[in-house]
C-alpha cells in the first residue's frame, strides 16, 4: 500500500509539471504574440526609434522560460531515484520561486507602468494605450496565476522527498540485454513456458 501511494506521488509529480510546462509554453506563445503586436504599434508612436521594448514584456518571457525549464527538469528529477538529488532539486526550485515572486512584486506591482505608458503615448494614441494597459494587466494576472502550480509542483516534491523515493521497491530501471534479439523469448522465460 505505501509502495503505491508513492508511486502515485511519482505519477502525479510528472502530471503537475507536465501541465505547469504547457502553462509556461503557453506564457511565451502570449508574450512573442504580445511582443508583435507592441512593435506594430510602436511604430505610429513620435518617438518610435527611442523606444525600447517594455519591461513587463521582457520579464513575462523570463519567467515563462524559466517556469518550463524548471517543471521539465522536475519531470527529469521525478525519474531519479535518488533522495538527494530531490533535495538539490527542491531547494534550486524553492530558490527560483523566491526570485520569481521578488521579481514579480517589483516589475509589476511597485513600478509605476501607467506614469511610464503616459511618457511615451499620448492621447492621439488612445486605442493601443488601452491595448497596453489591458495586456499589463493581464500578464500580472497570469503572473499570479502561474505560482500557484509551481507552489503545488514544489509541495509534491517535498512530500515525495519527505516519504523517500528510494524505498519504492520494483521501482528500478529495466535495462534490456542487448545481445539477444526482441525477437527471442528469454532463456528463462522460455523455461517457464515449457514446464
Not at 503586436?37 to 521582457?58: C, D, R, T, V, Y
Amino acid at each position: 500500500m505505501r509502495n503505491c501511494s508513492r508511486r502515485f506521488l511519482v505519477k502525479l509529480t510528472r502530471v503537475v509539471n507536465s501541465v505547469v510546462t504547457l502553462y509556461g509554453a503557453g506564457m511565451i506563445v502570449y508574450c512573442l504574440w504580445l511582443s508583435r503586436k507592441w512593435k506594430e504599434g510602436a511604430i505610429g508612436l513620435p518617438f518610435s526609434q527611442f523606444l525600447a521594448h517594455p519591461l513587463f514584456i521582457n520579464i513575462f518571457l523570463a519567467v515563462g522560460i524559466a517556469l518550463c525549464l524548471a517543471t521539465i527538469s522536475g519531470y527529469i528529477v521525478s525519474n531519479c531515484f535518488s533522495n538527494f538529488i530531490l533535495g538539490i532539486y527542491l531547494v534550486s526550485v524553492c530558490c527560483l520561486l523566491l526570485l520569481e515572486v521578488a521579481v514579480i512584486d517589483i516589475i509589476f506591482f511597485k513600478m509605476d507602468w501607467l506614469l511610464e505608458i503616459n511618457k511615451y503615448i499620448d492621447e492621439n494614441h488612445g486605442e493601443f494605450k488601452s491595448f497596453v494597459i489591458f495586456h499589463l494587466r493581464m500578464c500580472r494576472l497570469i503572473m499570479a496565476i502561474s505560482l500557484v502550480p509551481q507552489a503545488s509542483a514544489i509541495a509534491l516534491v517535498m512530500i515525495l522527498w519527505a516519504v523517500g523515493i528510494e524505498s519504492i521497491s520494483g521501482y528500478h530501471l529495466n535495462v534490456p540485454d542487448f545481445r539477444q534479439s526482441f525477437l527471442v523469448l528469454p532463456i528463462s522465460v522460455a523455461r517457464d513456458d515449457s514446464v
